[in-house]
């Protein structure tokens, strides 16, 4: 079943300035939160934020709520909208969700529905038994590294591991522990054991903008595998990046993984504990400025100093007495 969604997540249009989950499901009568990250740029804060259910045929997409002060008046009373400007985070909220709420959403910036930049959700409400979760989330940044924990079913241990990417065509696999470093994308891609004989772990580095979409890890790969996860990777700006991270106040350890005697990646997942020195090294543009200036404005001082003390003593000299002729 969750394959039949991810097949249609492909098709879903993602901005390169907002990022939100690409498939959610929930049950009937329950609520559902959804939170769409943007880039803190003037026209984003100040622009239409709004949320919309496309069309059938995606040629156009209805409004249900913007920033506008519109509710549509099918939804009135039980969906909701905040928007934070200055965190870059926009948050719909649906509640007493039905069948018919199951769509695709956009969660976009501009004055048209149809042009600016949007994210695409896929909602899916469900009401028989035996729900799927929504696929785990991962941000990350670019340049960075994240880390995709894979399940191992026990008596397919001695299986191929493999990781791969949906797209239309099925699953393009990305790497498995049958490819040498070499065919690992250049040791983008690294596998190692897991915490126990029931997961490995896949790191990827060096992490890219065309890297976000739907993944697949595990043993054996068949759509029926219950021995596989899905996941949805998204990379991000660093900016946008960190606001995910203080909105989800979640901090991970990084982890030192040995590739060679010669060389090593650090990889984790969705948070760095770097922050705190990158915040120091960002500082130090605006720092060496500051002092440069105190130091040009107290030589100017000193000059301008050292020359009144010089007239002031001419002066002097002056009103000793007549000169003889």
């Not at 959403?105 to 009401?127: D, P, S």
């Not at 979760?133 to 924990?149: C, F, N, T, Y």
């Not at 993944?215 to 960190?242: H, P, R, W």
């Amino acid at each position: 079943m969750m394959n039949t969604f991810i097949f249609f997540l492909v098709l879903i249009h993602v901005s390169g300035t907002l990022y939100a989950p690409r498939l959610l499901i929930s049950r009937a009568g329950r609520s559902v939160t959804i939170k769409c990250y943007y880039e803190t740029t003037s026209a984003n804060r100040h622009g239409r934020k709004y949320w919309c259910k496309e069309s059938t045929n995606r040629h156009s997409c209805q409004t249900i709520i913007s920033t506008n002060d519109f509710i549509h008046k099918d939804y009135e009373g039980r969906v909701s909208m905040h928007d934070s400007p200055q965190s870059g985070i926009l948050q719909v909220t649906m509640a007493q969700l039905v069948k018919t709420d199951s769509s695709n959403y956009r969660c976009g910036i501009g004055n048209k529905n149809a042009y600016g930049f949007y994210a695409g959700v896929n909602l899916t409400i469900w009401e028989g038994p035996n729900m799927p979760k929504s696929p785990e989330i991962l941000w990350g940044k670019v340049r960075g590294s994240v880390m995709i924990q894979c399940p191992v079913e026990t008596a397919k241990s001695s299986m191929r591991r493999s990781f791969c990417k949906m797209r239309r065509s099925g699953c393009s696999l990305i790497a498995d522990t049958s490819m040498n470093k070499g065919k690992q994308q250049e040791g983008r891609i690294i596998f190692t054991a897991g915490n126990s004989s029931e997961t490995f772990k896949v790191f990827i580095n060096k992490l890219r903008k065309e890297d976000s979409g739907m993944y697949k890890c595990g043993t054996g790969m068949s759509d029926d595998n219950a021995s596989s996860s899905i996941i949805q990777l998204e990379v991000t700006e660093e900016l946008v990046f960190f606001n995910i991270v203080n909105d989800t106040a979640t901090t991970y350890e990084p982890q030192t993984i040995w590739t060679s005697p010669q060389s090593y990646v650090t990889a984790t997942n969705e948070v760095y504990k770097q922050r705190l020195s990158e915040t120091e090294l960002n500082l130090l543009p605006i720092v060496i400025p500051i002092l440069l200036g105190f130091l040009v404005l107290a030589a100017a001082v000193i000059i301008v100093f050292l020359k009144i003390r010089k007239r002031k003593k001419g002066g002097w000299l002056d009103l000793a007495g007549p000169k003889c002729v």
